[in-house]
């Protein structure tokens, strides 16, 4: 058997829209793409959206919405994905890396607060990171941000849907309706919903919204489909150097249906993960991926840790057994201290970064989508633990 470790579902709904677009004439930033950011503002419970072409740019147009300039620093979790610290670069600001906790992966603001305090530049702000799809305790982000003046930005790449409450009493609150600044989404072929490429950005601060929207099409002063529609004119001005970061029409129709499907789509992950769970709990030689009754899942990822000590094998020798059996996984992620521009620009050593240096060894994603059949599932469980079997220590 192979099991891929994704497999995209565009139903024949987005098919459609796509084809009334193609022959609607409109092919770029227009009508549909204004439905799926009225859409998905109403989704996460967000009074502002708008619509990129990545999580990528959002990030970036948020950073820059915030003014961050060159002399200032963000706090950065190292566990993350390029694009989280690279837009602080964009902005030619330090991006001030940070350790992990152990199980969540989240950042640890104990960490944080070390090395805000160590800082050289004047720290801004902080990008936690909704690593596979588990919510940051926001509170404790937002009290953080508050005692050091800070601003956030969530990097909700991982995290639609997701929810979290700080306890059962509680109330849930979906992630993009929080009280950070913006919170970033990805749209991006392997993640929870896709539109090819794309990203949208929520806010509850208007001012934000607009200078998002501004900068997303080249610091032009309306929306450029404004000035071709009927109501409309040709006039527009330019009000700052911005980016083309647009999301096109044609993308924002796969995204309209796709947003429909999202809960559908987070349940049956949540099933492929109860599985997975069940099936690996008694297997020595990991650890199952964190789980908290206070959080909505967007099960984006399921990663279990090795217990190195417990098998004669490393991790990359564990993904070439899975892989030689027909099972296909990832490693989300080699932290950024680890890589070579990190290190050789900020001198980032491993020791540096004790719990993400450490844990990063241990971690296996293994294939979690929506329609991964009961046999997949299955085949998958069987094989890791065989392998736990045969190079148990
Ligand atoms: C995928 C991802 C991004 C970037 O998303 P794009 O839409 O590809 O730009 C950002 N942050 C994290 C954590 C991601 O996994």
């Given at each position: 058997?192979?099991?891929?470790?994704?497999?995209?579902?565009?139903?024949?709904?987005?098919?459609?829209?796509?084809?009334?677009?193609?022959?609607?004439?409109?092919?770029?930033?227009?009508?549909?793409?204004?439905?799926?950011?009225?859409?998905?503002?109403?989704?996460?419970?967000?009074?502002?959206?708008v619509?990129?072409?990545?999580?990528?740019?959002?990030?970036?147009l948020?950073?820059e919405a915030?003014?961050?300039?060159?002399?200032?620093?963000?706090?950065?979790?190292?566990?993350?994905?390029?694009?989280?610290?690279?837009?602080?670069?964009?902005?030619?600001?330090?991006?001030?890396?940070?350790?992990?906790?152990?199980?969540?992966?989240?950042?640890?603001?104990?960490?944080?607060?070390?090395?805000?305090?160590?800082?050289?530049?004047?720290?801004?702000?902080?990008?936690?990171?909704?690593?596979?799809?588990?919510?940051?305790?926001?509170?404790?982000?937002?009290?953080?941000?508050?005692?050091?003046?800070?601003?956030?930005?969530?990097?909700?790449?991982?995290?639609?849907?997701?929810?979290?409450?700080?306890?059962?009493?509680?109330?849930?609150?979906?992630?993009?309706?929080?009280?950070?600044?913006?919170?970033?989404?990805?749209?991006?072929?392997?993640?929870?919903?896709?539109?090819?490429?794309?990203?949208?950005?929520?806010?509850?601060?208007?001012e934000?919204a607009e200078r998002m929207r501004i900068m997303s099409l080249h610091g032009i002063s309306k929306d450029?489909?404004?000035?071709?529609?009927?109501?409309?004119?040709?006039?527009y001005e330019i009000v700052a150097?911005g980016f083309?970061?647009?999301?096109?029409?044609?993308?924002?129709?796969?995204?309209?249906?796709?947003?429909?499907?999202?809960?559908?789509?987070?349940?049956?992950?949540?099933?492929?993960?109860?599985?997975?769970?069940?099936?690996?709990?008694?297997?020595?030689?990991?650890?199952?991926?964190?789980?908290?009754?206070?959080?909505?899942?967007?099960?984006?990822?399921?990663?279990?840790?090795?217990?190195?000590?417990?098998?004669?094998?490393?991790?990359?020798?564990?993904?070439?057994?899975?892989?030689?059996?027909?099972?296909?996984?990832?490693?989300?992620?080699?932290?950024?201290?680890?890589?070579?521009?990190?290190?050789?620009?900020?001198?980032?050593?491993?020791?540096?970064?004790?719990?993400?240096?450490?844990?990063?060894?241990?971690?296996?994603?293994?294939?979690?989508?929506?329609?991964?059949?009961?046999?997949?599932?299955?085949?998958?469980?069987?094989?890791?633990?065989?392998?736990?079997?045969?190079?148990?220590?």
């Open positions: 058997m192979k099991v891929p470790f994704f497999r995209p579902i565009i139903g024949a709904e987005e098919t459609e829209e796509v084809l009334d677009t193609l022959k609607s004439g409109w092919l770029t930033t227009g009508p549909k793409t204004k439905k799926f950011e009225e859409e998905f503002a109403k989704a996460v419970n967000a009074p502002f959206a619509a990129v072409n990545s999580c990528t740019a959002a990030l970036h948020a950073l915030l003014h961050l300039q060159s002399d200032e620093a963000v706090l950065v979790p190292t566990m993350t994905f390029a694009a989280t610290a690279e837009v602080v670069r964009y902005l030619n600001a330090e991006p001030v890396l940070v350790d992990v906790h152990p199980d969540t992966l989240h950042i640890d603001l104990a960490d944080a607060e070390e090395r805000l305090k160590k800082c050289r530049k004047r720290v801004v702000g902080i990008i936690p990171v909704h690593i596979g799809g588990m919510m940051v305790n926001m509170e404790e982000v937002n009290k953080f941000a508050k005692k050091h003046n800070l601003w956030v930005v969530e990097d909700a790449a991982h995290s639609f849907p997701a929810g979290w409450r700080k306890s059962e009493k509680d109330e849930w609150k979906i992630c993009g309706s929080g009280d950070s600044e913006v919170t970033c989404f990805s749209f991006y072929a392997n993640k929870t919903i896709t539109t090819g490429e794309g990203g949208m950005a929520t806010t509850h601060r208007e934000l450029a489909w404004k000035r071709f529609s009927s109501s409309g004119n040709w006039y150097p083309k970061y647009n999301l096109t029409d044609v993308a924002a129709s796969i995204g309209i249906h796709q947003l429909k499907k999202a809960e559908l789509f987070r349940k049956k992950r949540e099933e492929v993960a109860k599985k997975y769970n069940e099936g690996m709990k008694s297997i020595e030689e990991i650890e199952l991926p964190p789980e908290d009754i206070n959080r909505i899942h967007s099960w984006h990822l399921y990663y279990i840790k090795l217990n190195l000590e417990k098998l004669s094998i490393n991790r990359s020798e564990f993904i070439d057994k899975l892989k030689e059996r027909g099972v296909l996984t990832s490693v989300h992620w080699m932290p950024l201290h680890m890589h070579p521009y990190y290190k050789k620009v900020y001198g980032y050593e491993e020791s540096d970064f004790e719990t993400a240096s450490k844990v990063y060894y241990r971690l296996i994603s293994l294939p979690i989508f929506p329609d991964l059949k009961d046999e997949e599932i299955d085949y998958v469980i069987e094989n890791v633990r065989r392998i736990c079997e045969e190079y148990r220590n």
